[in-house]
């Protein structure tokens, strides 16, 4: 009688790429240190451990503009805007799918992250001019965003809390420009608010003041939402937070040629900046830094790099 044979061949173990040109990353406060200033360029955690298992695949630049590549990405969800009004409306619903259903309902504080201005460059220059424009942006978006999420007759009840650090005349050019909401201070204290038919928007938070009062107001039941906070450190944001929206350009030879991505409820996605071709995804808990509602970038920066280098080979070798 024939003997059977097997058929089982043994599990063949993925090749691993050879690195590609080293990157040098600064070091954790950098990371850390993410707000309204931050500059676009691609850095990440040293020595801060997170799980990732990307599902990548092979594709893959260079800008000094957020909103000049055009065209939508094949990443579901996560796309990179095309003008301000496309981010905008992405990062309100966003927020609006995160108030719904935060990651954890116990906690429903929700972070909104994104470059406030489309020209990267002034973001980093510490300008007078620059700041000033990027306090507008930011203002602007929270006057989007309170009409977002309320209406005078329906609800929710929308409060918006400015930075215990901001001065008197912002608070005025807030309240004149911000409608549908009633603006505070965190220098004066909290809004006395709770439960879902309130929700509170922190605009820049920027001290240990300021993030602990919004977690403060999460607890209590209240959707807080943070707007490009600031200065941020590994006690500011508890890692049962949400990131709603998130948008982070990822620079390669000093040119930006990716963007990490994150519209709630879709996955981190990492996007070719010129191809639009989606490099990676991951979840919450595969690029989270421990502990943290901040995003460990070095896979993505590897991922951008290396699609970069790929396009970069096969242009010479059809030269």
Do not use: H
């Not at 507008?136 to 650090?165: E, Q, R, Y």
């Not at 005349?169 to 911000?178: G, L, W």
């Not at 990490?260 to 996955?267: D, G, K, M, N």
């Not at 830094?289 to 070095?298: A, K």
């Amino acid at each position: 009688r024939p003997q059977n044979k097997s058929n089982t061949k043994a599990k063949e173990s993925p090749k691993r790429q050879p690195n590609m040109v080293a990157l040098n990353f600064p070091p954790l406060q950098t990371l850390l240190l993410l707000g309204l200033l931050s500059s676009a360029a691609c850095f990440a955690p040293s020595n801060l451990p997170a799980t990732r298992r990307s599902s990548s695949a092979p594709s893959s630049s260079t800008q000094t503009y957020l909103f000049n590549l055009g065209g939508a990405s094949p990443g579901g969800t996560a796309k990179i805007p095309s003008s301000p009004k496309d981010r905008d409306n992405a990062a309100i619903a966003a927020v609006k799918a995160a108030i719904s259903k935060p990651r954890y309902p116990s906690c429903p504080l929700i972070e909104c992250e994104f470059p406030a201005l489309t020209a990267l460059n002034k973001l980093g220059d510490g300008s007078l001019r620059s700041s000033l424009e990027a306090e507008d942006a930011n203002v602007a978006f929270a006057n989007k965003l309170v009409g977002g999420i309320g209406t005078p007759i329906f609800g929710p009840s929308v409060s918006l809390v400015m930075s215990s650090s901001v001065s008197n005349a912002m608070i005025n050019k807030v309240k004149k420009k911000v409608k549908g909401a009633t603006v505070f201070s965190a220098k004066d204290g909290v809004p006395e608010v709770s439960g879902k038919d309130n929700v509170c928007i922190f605009l820049t938070p920027s001290s240990p003041r300021d993030y602990k009062a919004a977690a403060s107001l999460a607890e209590s039941g209240c959707p807080t939402v943070l707007i490009n906070g600031s200065f941020k450190d590994l006690k500011s944001v508890p890692e049962s937070a949400t990131m709603a929206y998130f948008v982070k350009p990822l620079t390669y030879n000093s040119q930006v040629a990716g963007f990490l991505i994150r519209s709630y409820p879709s996955l981190w996605t990492v996007l070719d900046a010129q191809t639009k071709n989606v490099l990676g995804s991951f979840t919450d808990e595969q690029i989270l830094v421990q502990r943290t509602n901040t995003p460990d970038l070095r896979e993505s920066g590897r991922l951008v790099q290396k699609s970069v280098d790929e396009r970069a080979i096969k242009a010479r070798a059809n030269m």
